[in-house]
């Protein structure tokens, strides 16, 4: 079955820096990556997705780029503020099912 | 309230007993998701359900779990015989048919003793 691995599990960053968080698939029939983010005890929001059919998305600060032959996606974020420390998963999908497989997730702090 | 709800949201419970949580989608969202998250991991799916139908269950999901969704709007999620391990974030999310986005609700936070 599909499985998703994530990285780093912690990311510790300044203020203003980029943060980059990875991961890879392993079912080639994945088509649909989204990315949530969850502050501490509230439920898992939706910041940026993006399909197969795509290669880039970007979302002011925030964007995501997929490999498909490589079967990895990244989220980057740029210019980190405080309000961005929260645990980011990200998770795959394939069209034969609507289950989101989730990353074991990344806790990001930003410094001020 | 226009979001994704479920009660309780917090449940304290003895080894063997029966516990059931509900979840109230957004409505018109006829997709409705049950994921089960432990402290430190992603959420993990067990089941969904398009309108009323269960579409699929994850084989992890042991006979002591059920869930259904009788009228096609609200859904129940059963855990019969409490085991110490069931103790987790019970997470429902929401979705239309046909989009990407799962909205997902505040969670029902099992405590098993």
């Known amino acids: 079955g599909e499985n998703v691995e994530q990285h780093p599990s912690t990311l510790s960053v300044q203020e203003g820096d980029s943060a980059v968080i990875k991961c890879t698939y392993s079912d080639s029939a994945s088509n649909y990556f989204p990315w949530y983010k969850q502050e501490l005890g509230k439920r898992p929001q939706l910041i940026i997705d993006i399909r197969s059919n795509v290669g880039e998305k970007k979302d002011q600060r925030i964007a995501v780029t997929l490999n498909k032959t490589a079967k990895h996606f990244s989220l980057h974020i740029t210019e980190t503020q405080p309000e961005d420390s929260a645990v980011y998963f990200c998770?795959?999908?394939?069209?034969?099912?609507?289950?989101?497989?989730f990353g074991s997730g990344t806790r990001l702090l930003v410094r001020p | 309230d226009t979001g994704v709800s479920q009660d309780p949201r917090h449940k304290i419970t003895k080894r063997g007993q029966n516990v059931t949580f509900r979840c109230d989608p957004i409505s018109e969202h006829n997709r409705l998701y049950w994921y089960r998250q432990t402290l430190g991991q992603g959420p993990e799916f067990l089941t969904y359900?398009?309108?009323?139908?269960?579409?699929?269950k994850s084989r992890l999901l042991s006979d002591r779990f059920s869930a259904e969704r009788p009228k096609g709007s609200f859904s129940t999620l059963e855990i019969q015989r409490t085991e110490q391990g069931d103790s987790a974030m019970y997470l429902c999310?929401?979705?239309?048919?046909?989009?990407?986005?799962?909205?997902f609700g505040p969670g029902t936070r099992l405590t098993v003793l």
């Open positions: 999310a929401s979705s239309l048919a046909g989009g990407n986005e799962q909205f």
């Open positions: 359900f398009q309108n009323e139908a269960q579409l699929e």
């Open positions: 998770a795959g999908r394939m069209d034969s099912s609507y289950k989101l497989i």
